[in-house]
């Protein structure tokens, strides 16, 4: 079965420092890979995904992720991390089911928080 | 952007009593879905729901629970008869592709947060 690790559960930082936060997964097929975000009192939101392609990716507020597929991770990046960066990042991983009609199953990771202190 | 809504934010049941929890996904999505994430533990696939039927299940979806379409905008969540340990937050998604492999995000809800005492 896949599985999703990931390998800080808190990491506090200040302002300005930078940030990468790991997630590795074990499934030898293809995968779609994300990073989701959850601010305190909010849902879950779509940081960035990979498909296919470049194997570096950047999403929203800054935040990049390089996929590496020989050491089976996805790591999570930013170069200077904001007060406002404060929350729980999910890494996670959906097989890609080519006969089944579309549906997704996605496994997540157990979470990082991160504290930013300004 | 479109939103899953959920309804109610924060439910509060005795153990035992049945809850329905609901959600409205993206009017065009095809595929739904609920997830859980018991408090300071990782989200877990529940359940897919594709053409008014179950897709998939995981383990964690027993029989006491069940979900349902009932009238083409809402997608609820039943729990027969509640347990201590079926406190935790509850998202519903929703993604519209019909075609495999799959390219399209899910759209997650704000949760329900399922109290039960």
């Known amino acids: 079965a896949q599985s999703v690790s990931q390998h800080n559960h808190h990491v506090i930082l200040s302002e300005a420092a930078s940030l990468e936060l790991g997630c590795n997964y074990s499934?030898?097929?293809?995968?779609?890979l994300f990073w989701y975000v959850q601010y305190p009192g909010q849902h879950l939101q779509l940081l960035l995904k990979y498909f296919s392609g470049d194997p570096l990716v950047k999403g929203i507020k800054g935040f990049e992720a390089e996929f590496i597929k020989s050491k089976f991770s996805f790591n999570l990046r930013k170069p200077s991390v904001q007060w406002s960066d404060t929350a729980e990042y999910f890494c996670a991983v959906n097989l890609k089911f080519m006969n089944s009609g579309g549906y997704q199953k996605v496994t997540f990771g157990t979470g990082t928080k991160l504290q930013v202190i300004p | 952007e479109p939103e899953v809504t959920q309804t109610p934010s924060h439910q509060v049941t005795q153990m035992g009593q049945e809850v329905i929890l609901r959600c409205v996904p993206i009017?065009?999505?095809?595929?739904f879905y609920w997830y859980r994430q018991i408090l300071g533990q990782k989200v877990e696939f529940l359940v897919s729901?594709?053409?008014?039927?179950?897709?998939?299940k995981s383990e964690i979806f027993d029989d006491q629970f069940s979900v349902e379409r009932p009238d083409g905008s809402n997608f609820t969540l039943k729990i027969r008869s509640t347990k201590l340990e079926d406190s935790a937050m509850y998202f519903c998604?929703?993604?519209?592709?019909?075609?495999?492999?799959?390219?399209?995000?899910?759209?997650f809800g704000s949760g329900t947060q399922l109290s039960v005492l």
């Open positions: 729901f594709y053409n008014n039927e179950i897709s998939e």
């Open positions: 499934y030898g097929g293809t995968v779609n």
């Open positions: 009017s065009n999505h095809l595929y």
């Open positions: 998604a929703s993604s519209s592709t019909n075609q495999g492999p799959t390219n399209e995000k899910l759209f």
